[in-house]
């Protein structure tokens, strides 16, 4: 049973993480494998503010997202949207947008490794035990879902009800037909993607109250958020959610049952189980 | 076969002459660098036939190096090494049927995060086992010299260009070019798309693993986080892009350059070769996206058309 929350509290952090690169791939069309090093410099931040300041992480979020979206608006722009332009086909933007993340994925391990040196850091914010069902949990983990939790509701309301987050979601659906109702396609697809990188940066600030990081640890997350994204289907909020959840509750369970080191083994053998029975995700429908 | 062709195989024979005689007349900072240039050479090209006509962009190269590397040092001391370096071609081919098999009937980018990760789950995997029965590494001594290894990288590289023209001018090398173009094309003219792009997979890891059995006596120690360093699989596509995929002789022209510049920032600056892979990765995809070989092609062409006007 404790595993299983544990693994529901991982799995709610997660969900922030893949929610960013969801709004990344599934509205902008760009598959950013740079999204974990955005997440540990999130990290990063918060360890500063708390270390230098002993600002809380819960706090540093409101600083961490609009300077996150703020750098990701200007890396959509500068970066990614002469490759949108010149790209002739959907497949030549993947190939050359998996190609020029990559190359911002190492330059930003590289200039963070230069700049904080290879060491792991963590800080100790709310270390304290608390008690939920009889069985015990750090209070950290237990906050950091809560914030996710709240982030998450918040994110679904605005792209269910809101003008601008239904144009996200039209934008997600169908590009051109979203250009021919009068959605301003380009800038909007730089919000989005600068939006999901706020996303990532604040799952990697709440994240880092309670896991340890290192420079190099974006490569990782990258991968967990890619396979939650496929599972839970792309552009699909609700399902991206779920497919979260289920990843972190797996994830504990062979971590605490099996072996600690087998965590990616076992993300993995999710992933080919969805891949060769359900392509579409879990809650997608068949393509005719 | 046309006067071009025979040119062509000429100069390919002459270029092969030259590198196989290298223990010969190199120093030993040569050989040393022979001997990388020749992995990388095998890798990229091997690479670059199946990444080149498809666009899919394979990050396996570590896992099925690994698995070579693994399968040498396991079995070095009860069977012959020639034989060694076969089975870790089936092993290697196998594998990649069955990632191909599981990624390749979808897009392209399920494929890329699939092969992203399969070095770290083979790793994992093998770390396991080795914790299950408390083994660590793997000692491999062998009495095989460097000249040796080189020797067989080079017979291997041989084999990897004759596989890859014979390939080009078979019905296989042109479904691919079609399936390249444009996949929906390849499906309704008759092509199964799926079918193709696994064996050329398979060509390619099968490439990959025989590499990494040849090299494992030169690392006298193999060990899980070094057999399967991801950052092997990187390397190998830049240098592949970098030199030019849509010809065959294309990566060895981004193998050499690289692998000098590689091996400076490493001994000078070991810090920043993160920093400087990305930027590798950068400058091709903004400024050189069809590599050396492309910019060699226009400013050829553009030579030619200043005769023409001329």
Redesign the interface.
Known sequence: MDIMIIGLLLGGTYALIALGLNLQYGVARIMNLANGEMLVAGGFTAFWFYTAGQISPLLTIFIVAPVAFALNWLIYRIMLEPLVKRAKTRGQLEVDSILATFGLSFVAVGLMLAAFGGDYFNYSFLAKPVTIMGDTYAQNRVAAFVAAVIICAVLYGWLNWSRSGLSIRALSVSPESARLVGINTRSLSAVAFALGGAVTATGGALVSSFLTLDASAGIAFTLKALIIVIMGGVGDIRGTIIAALLLGVVETLVASLIDPGLTLAAAYTLFILILLFRPQGLFGRRPT | MTSLEIRNLALAAIALAVAACLPLYGSDYLKSMGITVAMFTVLATSWALFSGPT?Y?SLATAAFFGVGTYTTGLGFETLPFWSLIAIAGVLGAVLAALVGL??LR?????F???T??LA??VR??I??TQ?MSGQKGLYVLTDLTEDQLYLMLVGLAALVYLTGWLIGRSRLGFALRIIGDDETVAAHSGINTATAKVLLFMVSGSVAAMTGAILAPRYVYIEPALAFAPILS?QVVIMA?LGGVHRLWGPIVGVIPFTLIWETISVSFP????????????V???FI?NGFVGLIEKARDWARKREGFA
């Open positions: 666009h962009i599981a990624t979808l897009s392209g980018v399920y890329v995060i699939f992203l990760g770290e789950l994992q995997v770390t396991w914790n990187f892009l810090s920043q070769v993160t920093l400087f892979l990305g930027i590798a990765f950068l091709i995809v903004y996206p």
